[in-house]
């Protein structure tokens, strides 16, 4: 934390008038050319003030575009004038379209009794401020609104102390926070950390300090009013993004400053006034997602909420040993950078499609003309990625193995990522699943990010009919249709469903989506996904090993399935032959399936239904459905 000057907030401009000796003045703060949000927190009961509403949450301007600190008391409240001619002399203010009309808002203090009772800021005063804010002429003392301020004044003004208008301010990291004040008080001024009083009310001999609140208390039987001629006035600077809502609770908790170091304070004749006003952008966005244990201090966050680097304001609820009462507080955290953050890498696509969409989907030609005994080696490289440089650990895992040699000197993974694949020649068409991780770094503070790899070594059998993308990737919110075939045949008995052997695996769903990692069969385990996703289309009677609930045709026949809207999914024969995923149909245990889906489409190029028969003889593609909720 670092001490900074008032005047280092962006868009923010501080300008001061006086008549010394009339003993009177007023600070014009300006908050640039398109406003500030503010807000606004009186605890004292006798605020002379101007466009106080315009502050409250509910009121509909969200922005005002000064605030007037004078002396005066509310004969002061005329120097606003000044400050709204200025601004609208330079097009600043509210639209209404024949002008713009300025926010000003202003509190004033009590001051007529220090010099010329009939000296008062006024609207060419207040001009004056404005003008001099240009230069920014603000200095802390005996100026602007503090010019006539004073202190301890329960005995008399013979008793009292002069005061004035002060300011400080910090900065963490990116967040700026200060407070600019004019002390006005009754009471005394004491020191919060020592407890020792430095201002107020002076003894007879004007050398030592009475305790006000003790005076106070002896005097109580005394007819005269005792709380008059006071009020101290601050504003409360930030350059975190935040709103009216929050600006006034932030002015709030300000008000316990006051507390701290002023006795008595908040009288009913005081008119102690905080304003609070955001000038910046540095976010707060973790309000509301962080939360601090009473007992412990421990904090503990929302899953998956990110923030940029800087220092965020969390309004946390907090339990004070000398209180049974909980009380809100502002938490200030501060967020750096992980130096091993990176937010992805890809290994593109050779199907010349957008990689941000279909990323990681392969597809290579087999060595030779049909399925051997052969193997087929393939590299990929990363296409994409953020590493900068930095030293990166792989690891390649396997999702579905059927067409891999999975033998660690088959397929693995070199050190700059670069996947080097064997292909079994004997499961040619097979889709290959794999999931390579990608980590940067060591202990808590190492990052890792995963990606799939959908990769496929295909013959002339598969060139029949040719998906591009290879993978349909859906939303299972929204569902939709994958992109149409090439179907190099005669489409007019072109035919295409599906058959039994249909495999899922959860990639990032629940626990309770349960891979099955063998054909669907009668004997598949009931509590497997894909078993109870057939039990939301058949009901209490699951008959495991049909096609139907994802066949465009009957069982039994080449006719259209009757009733569609019922299907899981299937590919559009009446059509153009996409895949059709319909919906919040993929869904178990209150969450969307998150994986992958994999199968066999046999079909047939001359129109005979038999041929799709699971029993016969089948020329068949591998096609795969990637539920994924993020896309």
């Not at 509910?58 to 004038?81: E, K, P, T, Y």
């Not at 990291?173 to 001024?189: E, H, R």
């Not at 990625?385 to 993974?413: C, M, P, Q």
């Amino acid at each position: 934390m670092k001490e900074i000057p008032i005047t280092s907030f962006d868009n923010l401009q501080i300008g001061q008038a006086e008549n010394t000796a009339g003993g009177t003045g007023c600070t014009v703060v300006l908050l640039g050319k398109d406003g500030a949000p503010a807000g606004l927190d009186v605890r004292g009961g006798g605020p002379a003030s101007r466009e106080s509403e315009l502050l409250k949450p509910l009121a509909a301007a969200q922005v005002i575009h000064a605030i007037v600190l004078a002396g005066g008391s509310a004969f002061g409240l005329d120097a606003a004038g000044g400050v709204m001619r200025y601004l609208e002399e330079r097009g600043i203010g509210f639209d209404v379209g024949v002008t713009k009309v300025p926010l000003v808002c202003q509190s004033d203090l009590f001051d007529l009794t220090v010099a010329d009772a009939r000296t008062r800021p006024d609207a060419a005063m207040a001009y004056a401020a404005c003008v001099n804010a240009e230069i920014g002429n603000y200095r802390d003392g005996n100026h602007g609104a503090g010019t006539g301020a004073t202190v301890g004044k329960l005995l008399g003004m013979e008793h009292c102390m002069k005061s004035g208008i002060g300011s400080y301010a910090v900065q963490v990291g990116d967040l700026k926070v200060g407070a600019l004040v004019a002390v006005n008080a009754v009471g005394d001024v004491y020191d919060f950390e020592t407890g020792r009083e430095v201002a107020g009310l002076r003894a007879d001999d004007g050398k030592t300090f009475l305790d006000s609140e003790r005076v106070l208390m002896q005097q109580l039987d005394a007819p005269q009013e005792k709380f008059v001629g006071n009020t101290t006035l601050g504003i409360l600077f930030t350059n975190a993004k935040l709103d009216k809502a929050r600006l006034c609770k932030a002015a709030g908790m300000a008000h316990d400053g006051y507390a701290r170091a002023i006795r008595p304070v908040h009288t009913s004749m005081d008119g102690d006034s905080i304003y609070a006003v955001s000038l910046g952008d540095v976010p707060a966005a973790l309000a509301g997602q962080l939360t601090v244990d009473e007992a412990t201090g421990e904090v503990s966050s929302l899953r998956g909420i990110t923030a940029d680097p800087g220092v965020y304001q969390i309004p946390v609820r907090a339990s004070n040993m000398k209180s049974e009462t909980p009380v809100e507080v502002m938490l200030a955290l501060t967020v750096t950078e992980n130096p091993n953050m990176f937010t992805t890498f890809s290994y593109g696509n050779n199907l010349g499609l957008d990689w941000t969409t279909n990323a990681d989907q392969h597809v290579f030609d087999m060595v030779g003309a049909s399925n051997n005994s052969t193997n087929t080696d393939v590299t990929i490289p990363v296409a994409h990625e953020d590493f900068e440089g930095r030293e990166v650990s792989f690891r390649l895992n396997y999702i579905h193995n059927n067409a891999f040699r999975t033998a660690a000197s088959a397929s693995y993974v070199e050190e700059d990522g670069t996947l080097h694949l064997r292909f079994r020649n004997d499961r040619v068409g097979q889709i290959g699943v794999i999931r390579v991780d990608a980590t940067i770094g060591t202990g808590e503070t190492a990052i890792t990010r995963s990606t799939y790899v959908f990769v496929k070594i295909q013959s002339d059998i598969d060139k029949v009919v040719v998906y591009n993308p290879m993978v349909f990737r859906v939303n299972p919110r929204t569902g939709g249709y994958s992109e149409a075939p090439t179907i190099n045949a005669d489409k007019s008995n072109f035919m295409i469903s599906l058959k039994r052997n249909i495999f899922y695996y959860n990639l990032n769903g629940p626990a309770s989506h349960i891979s099955n990692s063998t054909a669907l069969s009668g004997s598949s385990p009931t509590n497997c996904f894909i078993y109870r996703m057939w039990g939301t289309y058949f009901g209490s009677t699951v008959n495991a090993g049909s096609r139907e609930p994802m066949s465009y045709y009957s069982t039994t026949s080449a006719d259209v399935a009757p009733n569609l809207t019922a299907k899981l999914g299937y590919i559009d024969c009446g059509t153009d032959f996409r895949m059709y995923i319909p919906a919040n149909k993929w869904m178990l245990d209150g969450a969307y399936a998150n994986g992958v889906l994999l199968f066999q489409a046999p079909y047939t190029t001359t129109g005979t239904f038999s041929e799709l028969d699971a029993s016969g003889t089948n020329t068949f593609i591998y096609m795969a459905v990637w539920f994924d909720e993020n896309f």
